[in-house]
T-cell receptor
Framework: SAVISQKPSRDICQRGTSLTIQCQVD?????MFWYRQQPGQSLTLIAT?????????ESGFVIDKFPISRPNLTFSTLTVSNMSPEDSSIYLC???FGEGTQYFGPGTRLLVL | EDQVTQSPEALRLQEGESSSLNCSYT??????LFWYRQDPGKGPEFLFT???AGEEKEKERLKATLTKKESFLHITAPKPEDSATYLC?????????????FGSGTQLTVLP
């Protein structure tokens, strides 16, 4: 498995602003994923971020709104741009270890006013 | 399109009262089925991976089983600390995508 940390753990932001969320892993991993969990709902994949290539976004998510960086094998960032109250969610990063198993970070709780 | 349906949505048990959670899935080739536990305000915690029908895995009071259409998470003699939301997810073997498709979860409450 892996130890995964996220910063910030929570934030309150004003609409129209942007927030960058960091995900740090204690070992090198090829595949990292970003998920969103809206209040009372399950996890929805935003994008897959592999080091050395552009992130792959799921239907309904676009790079202009959720730009992702993956500068090395232990780190990634997700930016939530031009935020609105509908962006209030928990944002989670995960990494894949072993045969398909993903391990999750503690999440970033975002509230947009 | 991969789909995962979990039932029941919520389950309340008395301490020691065994029960099962259900995860029904449709996927174009199953690479793996995953169970997670999620406590309020935290990220999902990995429990089990199942790869093929007939496979079973156990961890303390939890046992996960898999058929070609569904998976069960059996909880034997649960304790209050087992209270959490249990999530099921599948990964398809078609194409190169590695993402997980999650169900909506079962919120388990174990009363002392």
């Amino acid at each position: 498995s892996a130890v995964i940390s996220q910063k910030p753990s929570r934030d309150i932001c004003q609409r129209g602003t942007s927030l960058t969320i960091q995900c740090q892993v204690d070992s090198q991993v090829t595949m990292m994923f970003w998920y969103r969990q809206q209040p009372g709902q399950s996890l929805t994949l935003i994008a897959t971020a592999n080091q050395g290539s552009e992130a792959t976004y799921e239907s309904g998510f676009v790079i202009d709104k959720f730009p992702i960086s993956r500068p090395n094998l232990t780190f990634s960032t997700l930016t939530v741009s031009n935020m609105s109250p509908e962006d209030s969610s928990i944002y989670l990063c995960s990494v894949e270890f072993g045969e398909g198993t993903q391990y999750f970070g503690p999440g970033t709780r975002l509230l947009v006013l | 399109e991969d789909q995962v349906t979990q039932s029941p949505e919520a389950l309340r048990l008395q301490e020691g009262e065994s029960s099962s959670l259900n995860c029904s899935y449709t996927v174009s080739g199953l690479r793996g089925l995953f169970w997670y536990r999620q406590d309020p305000g935290k990220g999902p915690e990995f429990l089990f991976t199942l790869y093929s029908a007939g496979e079973e895995k156990e961890k303390e009071r939890l046992k996960a089983t898999l058929t070609k259409k569904e998976s069960f998470l059996h909880i034997t003699a649960p304790k209050p600390e087992d209270s959490a939301t249990y999530l099921c997810a599948v990964q398809s073997s078609s194409g190169s995508a590695r993402q997980l498709t999650f169900g909506s979860g079962t919120q388990l409450t174990v009363l002392p």
